[in-house]
C-alpha cells in the first residue's frame, strides 16, 4: 500500500504563493513511476493539475496553470511539490496528489493507483 501524506494547503490572497508537498512513506515510494496533483472544487469534477515522471524527465500541465504553477520532486526526502504562484480565486479547491506504477505521466484520475488526503486551498480576491 502506497502511502501519501499532503500539507502546506492553506488560505491566501488573489496573486501570492502555496506551495503544497506530498510525502511517499519510504517502503512505498520504490513502486511510484509517476506523480501527479488534481484539485477538485465543490460541484466539479476532480481536474489534472501538474504531472511529473519519478524523475522529473518528463512533466505536464493544465493549461490555466502553465507558467504559474510547477511540479518537482525532491529525490532525498521523496517528496514532490506542488510550487503555485499568481494564485486566482478559480485555483480554490482541494488540491490531491496521486501516484501510479506506470512510467507515463496521466490526467485521467482512473489511470492513478494511489491517492493523498487532500488539502485544502482557498484563495480570496
Known amino acids: 500500500q502506497v502511502q501519501l501524506v499532503e500539507s502546506g494547503g492553506g488560505s491566501v490572497q488573489a496573486g501570492g504563493s502555496l506551495r503544497l508537498s506530498c510525502a511517499a512513506a519510504?517502503?512505498?515510494?520504490?513502486?511510484?513511476?509517476?506523480m501527479g496533483w488534481f484539485r477538485q472544487a465543490p460541484g466539479k469534477e476532480r481536474e489534472f493539475v501538474a504531472g511529473?515522471?519519478?524523475?522529473?524527465?518528463?512533466?505536464d500541465y493544465l493549461d490555466s496553470v502553465k507558467g504559474r504553477f510547477t511540479i518537482f520532486r525532491d529525490s532525498g526526502k521523496n517528496t514532490v511539490y506542488l510550487q503555485m504562484n499568481s494564485l486566482t480565486p478559480e485555483d480554490t479547491a482541494v488540491y490531491y496528489c496521486?501516484?501510479?506504477?506506470?512510467?507515463?505521466?496521466?490526467?485521467?484520475?482512473?489511470?492513478?493507483?494511489?491517492w493523498g488526503q487532500g488539502t485544502q486551498v482557498t484563495v480570496s480576491s
Open positions: 496521486a501516484a501510479r506504477s506506470t512510467w507515463v505521466v496521466a490526467r485521467t484520475p482512473d489511470e492513478y493507483d494511489y
Open positions: 511529473s515522471s519519478w524523475g522529473g524527465g518528463s512533466k
Open positions: 519510504e517502503r512505498t515510494f520504490i513502486t511510484i513511476r509517476a
